[in-house]
């Protein structure tokens, strides 16, 4: 895949309401994958019921679909709202310490 080429004005990072909608989308499919794999096994267990086969598998599809939409949505706002000077800021705090002697006089002296 070729390099993104620079916009003369620059790029701008997604917004909160960008990242949001990202993680819906990403949540919802990836919920939806799941509810279709997890409402399968169940209908073959137990049976589909009084409802169907098709309008089952179809809430198990919505209900899981809506709760990792909701949960990744939150998450990947959460996860991004970070101020850049913070995060520097806790990435000098965890660093580790750099240990330099202050002065040679303070050396033990050696014996000769």
Not at 9 to 37: C, H
Request: net charge positive; proline share 6%.
């Amino acid at each position: 895949m070729p390099p993104v080429t620079a916009v003369p004005g620059g790029q701008n990072a997604p917004t909160n309401f960008d990242k949001l909608k990202m993680g819906a989308m990403m949540g919802g499919t990836v919920g939806v994958i799941i509810g279709f794999i997890f409402g399968t096994v169940n209908i073959f267990r137990y049976g589909a019921g009084s409802q169907g086969i098709m309008r089952t598998l179809g809430q198990y599809m919505g209900a899981s679909g809506a709760t990792f939409g909701f949960f990744m949505s939150i998450g990947s706002v959460i996860r991004s709202d970070a101020d850049p000077k913070w995060q520097e800021m806790y990435m000098r705090a965890q660093r580790r310490p750099i240990v330099i002697m202050a002065n040679h006089a303070w050396r033990r002296p050696r014996d000769v």
